[in-house]
């Protein structure tokens, strides 16, 4: 048996103590080149207590591409370990980089020697292009969207535009990993559950965010045909029906998200579902009969960014909505039966221990007028190449500059080992907000 194609999922660390997600990134981009007829394995390091040897076993079976994936943190240092071990077994296998740190730096990720060919944008076509330019069918300049080496230098191509219409993409092989290994959410306890994405990419604008940058503020959404299709292959072929839809934004089309929610209603599955990307102003938008078909659907929980209960800071965030529409739609879900997760941050640059304290009485009104939600409390995170970045530069955020660096930065704690605006009156009182926030509510077990 030969092998063309390998996946390789790195650990994420901390991350994966929480609960294992299906790998929906890799599974995607290993869509097209299997309709290709490429033959494609998935090799998951949280899964795999062997995948050195089961790397190592399907290179020597042919192997010419293993593709990796990875965001910011301690998933880097996995991904370094990798890519070092593929190198250590053959020097020919070109080794790709994909993932959301890969598009949002691709010049710092090239500080990886053992890494080949970067991926600057989607990788849907990315691996079956690789596959020609190596078969010797087209020239490697001629693939779209990357960084690679040539006589020792770091060169990029022209940018590969994104996939409009998705529903022109192939199936995603689940076959590709035991589906029985992940799981999403615990709706119905001791039934199997899935993660997987509607849509691509946001079309708003907030400061903090890295989705800005790296869906270039488009959206764009497979229809809801093609959803349903997929929610019955998945329940057909694998008995599930509990979903949990991680979009960056579910709501990108207010006529797509009536339909799927009146299409989820109607079809007599028995479908429990959830998404972790919907504002707030697009359930205010829902009418009554469209609020009652949410509840049908089997909606069983909405996760809504709120950011801050300040409106200087909702304005610094560019979050383009107000704290009364939030408060309208809080009042209105209150009706239901459904879990909100109103997701809050602290600790801004320009933000003041009093627009902090505005922030956590917001917070708390929330919670006294509707006893389905909840309101984590998260410290804000600084990431390249978004608006806030450059704020949280210029009030003395001291960022990393290399590759490693990056590796070591923790969303947690990174405050602690880079020096920033923050005075210790002002972390402590984030501190004790976030860890009090986590425990001020008995809702935030619906989700792994």
């Not at 394995?41 to 795999?48: E, G, P, Y």
């Not at 370990?81 to 949002?104: C, E, N, P, T």
């Not at 930065?409 to 860890?435: G, H």
Request: aromatic content about 10%.
């Amino acid at each position: 048996m030969t092998t063309d194609i390998i996946l390789l999922q790195p650990r994420c660390g901390i991350m994966d103590t929480m609960g294992i997600r299906v790998p929906i990134g890799l599974l995607t981009v290993a869509a097209v080149p299997i309709s290709a007829g490429y033959k494609v394995v998935l090799i998951d390091q949280r899964m795999d207590n062997d995948w050195e040897k089961n790397l190592e076993r399907h290179i020597n079976q042919g192997a010419k591409i293993v593709c990796l994936t990875t965001m910011v943190g301690e998933q880097i240092l996995h991904m370094l370990a990798a890519s070092r071990f593929i190198k250590s077994i053959s020097k020919d296998v070109l080794v790709a980089l994909g993932g959301s740190w890969a598009q949002i730096q691709p010049d710092m990720c090239a500080q990886d020697e053992n890494i080949d060919v970067i991926c600057c944008g989607e990788g849907d076509y990315l691996l079956t292009d690789l596959m020609e330019y190596l078969e010797g069918k087209r020239k490697i300049e001629e693939v779209l969207g990357i960084l690679y080496r040539e006589n020792g230098l770091v060169k990029r191509t022209a940018p590969r535009p994104q996939v409009e219409d998705l529903d022109t993409l192939p199936k995603i092989p689940y076959h590709l990993v035991n589906l029985k290994n992940y799981t999403a959410v615990s709706y119905r306890h001791g039934k199997p559950s899935i993660a997987l994405v509607t849509s691509r990419g946001c079309q708003f604008r907030c400061t903090f965010c890295s989705i800005v940058t790296l869906s270039r503020q488009t959206w764009r959404g497979y229809s809801v045909g093609r959803l349903m299709e997929d929610l019955a292959e998945l329940e057909s072929k694998y008995g599930i029906k509990d979903f949990f839809f991680s979009d960056d934004l579910i709501s990108g089309s207010h006529k797509r998200l009536v339909e799927f929610v009146d299409a989820l209603a109607e079809c007599g599955r028995d479908y429990n579902w959830g998404t972790s990307g919907i504002r707030a102003d697009a359930v205010w938008r829902l009418d009554e009969r469209t609020m009652n078909q949410l509840l049908k659907s089997g909606c069983r929980n909405l996760d809504i960014g709120v950011e801050s209960g300040n409106p200087r800071m909702l304005k610094v965030i560019k979050k383009d909505t107000t704290l009364n529409v939030i408060e309208t739609v809080n009042r209105k879900l209150s009706k239901y039966p459904i879990i909100l997760k109103f997701t809050f941050m602290g600790g801004y640059p320009t933000e003041t221990e009093e627009e902090f304290l505005d922030t956590m009485r917001f917070r708390r009104k929330l919670l006294e007028e509707n006893p389905y939600a909840t309101a984590p409390v998260f410290f804000y995170t600084p990431f390249p190449d978004t608006a806030m970045f450059q704020l949280a530069v210029e009030n003395g955020f001291n960022p990393p500059k290399t590759l490693i660096e990056w590796a070591n930065f923790n969303y947690n704690t990174w405050y602690k080992t880079n020096p920033c605006w923050l005075t210790k009156r002002k972390t402590s009182l984030v501190e004790n907000a976030s860890f009090l926030s986590f425990f001020s509510t008995k809702k935030l077990g619906y989700k792994y």
